[in-house]
């Protein structure tokens, strides 16, 4: 069967939100409840992304600041959410998310203030050392030595039109049981471009992640060949109690601009160390937690 919101050509620009609300123990297949599960089909998801998934602040950020001075800020919108990524130690500045009121080219407006300031301007080497004034850097004795260090803060839009999401109700406030979707064996196929995947994987469950290839190219030590064309793309995983995007026993997929927000247990993890001829390319992970020692799933 087919799974299918908008295509690679046609992308689906209204909301489409899928909230999933299997209970704990009942199971499908082996894979488990409140889920998309593909065996031996073919999820097609195509969204209207932003243009710009994720850019970085292009001045400082003050502590109470509402408003942000951003690189770029092509498609973002009042209303979105927002993530912004810490430039100092844990405990001082912190991941920070916020909602954004209007947004004029690229400055963005926030609903309410940071609590923390955040890096954003480029340093320059001097001959007087490390300096915030780019007129004097030096010129290295060898062309690839950089002179620029870049220690802006991240910023991404956690926000998209596809939502696959979990409720926000007792078994995910307690239990930690969220959605998941998973692409079970050789001949599945899965192509996400533009998807949420809020309140995402199960805490404590083997192969319960908010985004998961699970064995398409091997079968024991048989190989079964690559998952050419697969891919999950300008998407976010928006909380997860288990891991965010995950690539086990499967080559040849796509990994590229993603945003992986919040998670216990690995951000992007590829399992068996068998995988090959993978691409992760340009994804902005952020908030990555221990699990409790009583659900980590291996050491």
């Given at each position: 069967?087919?799974?299918?919101?908008?295509?690679?050509?046609?992308?689906?620009?209204?909301?489409?939100?899928f909230?999933?609300?299997?209970?704990?123990?009942?199971?499908?297949?082996?894979?488990?409840t409140?889920?998309?599960?593909?065996?031996?089909?073919?999820?097609?998801?195509?969204?209207?992304?932003?243009?710009?998934?994720?850019?970085?602040?292009?001045?400082?950020?003050?502590?109470?600041?509402?408003?942000?001075?951003?690189?770029?800020?092509?498609?973002?919108?009042?209303?979105?959410?927002?993530v912004?990524?810490?430039?100092?130690?844990?405990?001082?500045?912190?991941?920070?998310?916020?909602?954004?009121?209007?947004?004029?080219?690229?400055?963005?407006?926030?609903?309410?203030?940071?609590?923390?300031?955040?890096?954003?301007?480029?340093?320059?080497?001097?001959?007087?050392?490390?300096?915030?004034d780019?007129?004097?850097?030096?010129?290295?004795?060898?062309?690839?030595t950089?002179?620029?260090?870049?220690?802006?803060?991240?910023?991404?839009?956690?926000?998209?039109?596809?939502?696959?999401?979990?409720?926000?109700?007792?078994?995910?406030?307690?239990?930690?049981?969220?959605?998941?979707?998973?692409?079970?064996?050789?001949?599945?196929?899965?192509?996400?471009?533009?998807?949420?995947?809020?309140?995402?994987?199960?805490?404590?469950?083997?192969?319960?992640?908010?985004?998961?290839?699970?064995?398409?190219?091997?079968?024991?030590?048989?190989?079964?060949?690559?998952?050419?064309?697969q891919f999950?793309?300008?998407?976010?995983?928006?909380?997860?109690?288990?891991?965010?995007?995950?690539?086990h026993?499967?080559?040849?997929?796509?990994?590229?601009?993603?945003?992986?927000?919040?998670?216990?247990?690995?951000?992007?993890?590829?399992e068996?160390?068998?995988?090959?001829?993978?691409?992760?390319?340009g994804?902005?992970?952020?908030?990555?937690?221990?699990?409790?020692?009583?659900?980590?799933?291996?050491?």
């Open positions: 069967g087919e799974l299918r919101a908008g295509s690679e050509s046609d992308p689906i620009e209204s909301r489409v939100t909230t999933l609300t299997g209970a704990i123990g009942e199971d499908i297949m082996g894979m488990g409140r889920g998309i599960m593909v065996m031996d089909g073919s999820l097609e998801l195509f969204g209207t992304p932003p243009a710009v998934t994720w850019t970085k602040l292009n001045a400082h950020a003050e502590a109470d600041a509402t408003s942000l001075e951003t690189l770029e800020a092509t498609g973002w919108n009042a209303g979105d959410e927002i912004v990524a810490p430039t100092d130690w844990y405990g001082v500045s912190e991941t920070e998310v916020r909602t954004l009121g209007p947004v004029t080219g690229n400055a963005v407006s926030l609903v309410s203030p940071l609590d923390d300031f955040h890096w954003g301007r480029l340093q320059y080497v001097t001959a007087e050392g490390m300096s915030l780019p007129t004097n850097v030096i010129t290295p004795d060898h062309p690839d950089p002179v620029v260090l870049d220690e802006r803060a991240e910023i991404g839009n956690l926000s998209r039109n596809i939502v696959i999401q979990a409720p926000d109700d007792a078994l995910w406030q307690d239990e930690g049981f969220g959605v998941h979707v998973m692409i079970m064996q050789h001949g599945s196929s899965a192509r996400v471009d533009g998807v949420e995947f809020r309140r995402g994987g199960q805490r404590g469950r083997l192969g319960r992640y908010p985004f998961h290839w699970h064995l398409l190219s091997y079968d024991g030590v048989n190989f079964l060949g690559d998952a050419d064309g999950i793309r300008n998407s976010t995983i928006n909380l997860s109690e288990s891991r965010g995007i995950v690539v026993g499967t080559n040849g997929v796509l990994v590229q601009n993603n945003i992986v927000y919040s998670t216990h247990g690995h951000g992007i993890f590829t068996d160390a068998v995988e090959r001829r993978n691409t992760f390319d994804n902005l992970v952020l908030h990555v937690r221990n699990p409790e020692p009583e659900d980590a799933l291996k050491q």
